[in-house]
Every structure is written in structure tokens, then in C-alpha cells.
């Protein structure tokens, strides 16, 4: 069979430790930006007909609001 003796025991748990956190930070960096949303790049819509505010993308040229549909405009131009 194997024979690990304490040395390389030690290695081994040092290196399966530090692939573990690798992978945990991959799936951080992945998961803060797969949605791609940052709120501070973001703007505030607002909607006169039901009074909704609700955050839109800074590159979206027209807005609707996600309650009634209706066009709205986009507050902080």
C-alpha cells in the first residue's frame, strides 16, 4: 500500500487546504459578478402612474416600469 509519513501528510493537507480556498474564492469572484449589478454605477427610476421607484441600468436609453408597464423616466440624468 502507501506509506505517507507525517511530512507528507502534512503537504498533502496544505495543498488540498489551499485548493479549497481557491475554489471558494472563484466561486466569490463568480458569484458577486455574474449578475453584473454594481448600485453605485446604477440609476433610480421612477414611475408617476403607480409611484415605484426601482433601480435601471445605467446603459438603458428606455425604461418601463416593472409594475404597470407603463414608460417612465429616469431620476439623477
Known amino acids: 500500500m502507501f506509506e ?3 511530512g507528507n ?3 498533502l493537507c496544505t495543498a488540498f487546504l489551499l485548493l479549497v480556498c481557491a475554489a471558494l474564492g472563484i466561486y466569490d469572484f463568480w458569484r458577486e459578478n455574474a449578475h453584473d449589478w454594481e448600485l453605485s454605477e446604477e440609476r433610480l427610476g421612477h414611475c ?3 409611484r415605484l421607484r426601482f433601480i435601471v441600468a445605467r ?3 428606455v425604461v418601463r416600469c416593472p ?4 414608460l417612465c423616466s429616469r431620476a439623477n440624468r
Request: with cysteine; aromatic share 6%; proline share 6%.
Open 4 to 6: 505517507i509519513t507525517v
Open 9 to 11: 501528510g502534512f503537504s
Open 48 to 50: 408617476p402612474a403607480c
Open 59 to 61: 446603459h438603458e436609453r
Open 67 to 70: 409594475n404597470c408597464n407603463e
